[in-house]
Nanobody, 120 residues
Framework: QVQLVESGGGLVQAGGSLRLSCAAS????????MGWYRQAPGKQREYVAT???????NYVDSVKGRFDISRDNAKNTVFLQMNSLKPEDTAVYYC??????????????WGQGTQVTVSS
């Protein structure tokens, strides 16, 4: 069994910063990739940023230059540093990971979500 536990959401004024964390635990053989998605009220969940096991980051255009994704492989943790936040960044942020368990089968996992609210 694998779990993703997120932390770090909250309320911040426009222009401020937040740092999200997501720690994976359980029967982990290999983490193929970890990333972040978000879902704003009334909208579909959208991709924000991902990082492969090799350390290559990718971002949606709307957050490039403002968000930074990083990983601590020793702690099976991914971070999302969010700077220059805008009201349109308000959403529930979800951690996502593809993890291969000890049985050798890769599966897709989601965290429970953490609310980020940016006030204008």
């Amino acid at each position: 069994q694998v779990q993703l536990v997120e932390s770090g959401g909250g309320l911040v004024q426009a222009g401020g910063s937040l740092r999200l964390s997501c720690a994976a635990s359980g029967s982990i053989f290999r983490i193929n990739y970890m990333g972040w998605y978000r879902q704003a009220p009334g909208k579909q969940r959208e991709y924000v940023a991902t990082m492969t096991s090799g350390g290559s980051p990718n971002y949606v255009d709307s957050v490039k230059g403002r968000f930074d994704i990083s990983r601590d492989n020793a702690k099976n943790t991914v971070f999302l540093q969010m700077n220059s936040l805008k009201p349109e960044d308000t959403a529930v942020y979800y951690c996502n990971a593809v993890i291969t368990s000890s049985n050798g089968v890769p599966r897709n996992y989601w965290g429970q979500g953490t609310q980020v609210t940016v006030s204008s």
